[in-house]
């Protein structure tokens, strides 16, 4: 690759792309909101979500100094992320604390991207973390969601224009931010009903002697203040 290609693709990752259409950005949101909101639909896109919230616990475990065993991706959306360390301090507490967390926080950093009209940035940057997660899979069906999710990213960012590229972008964004309020919702359903007690605000509690409502209640402040600010900014409100 010669000095020109490679200034061509640094100007064409790290460069901006054109603004959406406002009707686009609206469209990619009721689009978001329709893989969200029904149950038949959300049993399918959640495993998206899954990605997400099971990468956030990696990706701290890792910087807090643990070490990551793996990732597992369940067909029923669920998962698990094992890592070893200390069984108490703060590098567990944020460790599990990063799973719910972590969906509406990447869906602002990426509504902060789209803001400043680094589209094809926020693309690659997606796909690179999803091959980093690749690695610490270890299921079948985890490797496939994360290659096709991945692969999704991939092939948009090379071989589409920026329309594509910005309707892409905008509903994935909007996915994770809205997609990121609904499982503190079922976990608290869960909870109220006897189920989850192992869930990782139960852990928290454990970790931390504060009760499990409380980090419900972060679980959803992080959420909708992150649907409120992304959403804000998507829209140049």
Same mark, same amino acid.
């Given at each position: %690759? &010669?000095?020109?290609?490679?200034?061509?693709?640094?100007?064409?990752?790290?460069?901006?792309?054109?603004? /959406?259409?406002?009707?686009?950005?609206?469209?990619?949101? +009721?689009? +978001?909101?329709?893989?969200?909101?029904?149950? /038949?639909?959300?049993?399918?896109?959640?495993?998206? @979500?899954? @990605?997400?919230?099971?990468?956030?616990?990696?990706?701290? *475990?890792?910087?807090?100094?643990?070490?990551?065993?793996?990732?597992?991706?369940?067909?029923?959306?669920?998962?698990?992320?094992?890592?070893?360390?200390? /069984?108490?301090? @703060?590098? %567990?507490? $944020?460790?599990?604390?990063?799973?719910?967390?972590?969906?509406?926080?990447?869906?602002?950093?990426? +509504?902060?991207? $789209?803001?400043?009209?680094?589209?094809?940035?926020?693309?690659?940057?997606?796909?690179?973390?999803?091959?980093?997660?690749?690695? %610490?899979i270890r299921n079948a069906y985890g490797a496939l969601t994360v290659i096709l999710t991945g692969a999704a990213f991939?092939?948009?960012?090379?071989?589409?224009?920026?329309?594509?590229?910005?309707?892409?972008?905008?509903?994935?964004?909007?996915?994770?931010?809205l997609g990121g309020v609904r499982p503190a919702f079922e976990l608290q359903s869960k909870r109220r009903h006897g189920? *989850?007690? &192992?869930?990782?605000? &139960?852990?928290?509690?454990?970790?931390?002697?504060?009760? /499990?409502?409380?980090?419900?209640?972060?679980?959803?402040?992080?959420?909708?203040?992150?649907?409120?600010?992304?959403?804000?900014? %998507?829209?140049?409100?």
């Amino acid at each position: %690759m &010669d000095v020109t290609s490679i200034s061509n693709l640094w100007d064409r990752v790290f460069g901006s792309q054109p603004a /959406p259409a406002p009707w686009l950005v609206v469209v990619t949101g +009721a689009v +978001a909101l329709a893989a969200v909101v029904p149950h /038949p639909v959300w049993r399918v896109s959640r495993n998206t @979500i899954t @990605i997400a919230h099971e990468g956030g616990h990696g990706l701290i *475990a890792l910087v807090t100094g643990r070490r990551l065993n793996g990732i597992r991706l369940h067909s029923d959306t669920s998962g698990l992320t094992v890592s070893r360390g200390k /069984p108490a301090g @703060i590098g %567990m507490i $944020l460790t599990a604390a990063a799973g719910y967390t972590a969906p509406p926080l990447l869906g602002l950093g990426g +509504a902060w991207l $789209l803001s400043a009209h680094h589209i094809t940035l926020l693309l690659w940057l997606a796909t690179a973390l999803l091959l980093a997660m690749l690695v %610490m899979i270890r299921n079948a069906y985890g490797a496939l969601t994360v290659i096709l999710t991945g692969a999704a990213f991939l092939l948009i960012s090379w071989l589409t224009g920026p329309v594509v590229q910005s309707a892409f972008a905008y509903t994935a964004v909007w996915f994770l931010l809205l997609g990121g309020v609904r499982p503190a919702f079922e976990l608290q359903s869960k909870r109220r009903h006897g189920g *989850a007690g &192992d869930s990782d605000a &139960d852990q928290l509690a454990r970790l931390t002697n504060v009760p /499990p409502a409380l980090w419900l209640f972060l679980f959803h402040a992080v959420s909708l203040c992150s649907l409120i600010g992304g959403g804000r900014w %998507m829209l140049g409100l």
